[in-house]
């Protein structure tokens, strides 16, 4: 398949309360902005950046995120993820990220956006102590193209598989073909536009935290459609169908809202990207 376009590797290590980066190393299109450090938890926030713009026929990225015991880390993208035509070849990204004991992990990047005859491939593979915390959510929109047409690209696909103690507990497969599949129809979109996924995984998901978490599910049902699942692990995950990227947003960032207050007694990070 060629070489990596872009490449990114990032350790991450607790020094003394406070996450640094123990190593870090980028080339090609694929950067990675200095850390942001928006209170005094020592949580570091980092925001990754494509100086390219998009992707294009035929690009390969690769990321290596580890994080040590204790480490606790933001990673967000600067905007949303934009896949271009690609005639000849797809679009293709992998990342591999590792938290050790304790860790912590809010994975946050911006919306996909496939534009016509797009052909994008993402996986994903977490690999965790049964100890640390992953928080990750997607975004999928209906995509862009010159006449405004809706689901003109050829094919989105995203694999999330999460590893705990080395066994694999969650497959999450999801592969968009608007031209075999009738995406708007039962089944899929069922009239929606938009499509979000969230996985949270934590020692602390209780049957009285999903209880909770259902008020705000039930505040968010006008504009959306919402499901929520619970993992073969202390965890879930939850689909969002709505017409409009902000209301998953904002359904995202409340239920984050909740993790962060009642867990760690903290309050999650404002990502500003304007």
Known sequence: MGEWTGVLHLNAENRKGKTVAKNVYFQGALK???PIYHDDSGRACYYLLNPGGGYLDGDRYQMKITLADNAKLTLTTQGATKVYKTPKSFAYQESEIMLKAGSYLEYFPDPLIAYQHAHYKQKNIFRMDHTATLIYSDIITPGWSPQGERFSYKTVQLLNEIYMDDELVVYDHLRLNPASQNLGGLGFLEGFTHLGSMIVVDSQVNNSFLDRLYT???KNT???KVGLSLLPVPGFTIRVLSNSTQVIEK????MNHMISQEW???KPFFLRKY
């Open 32 to 34: 990675v902005m200095r």
């Open 222 to 224: 006008l504009d959306s």
């Open 251 to 254: 359904i995202f960032s409340e």
């Open 264 to 266: 760690f007694q903290s």
């Open 216 to 218: 705000i599910i039930e």
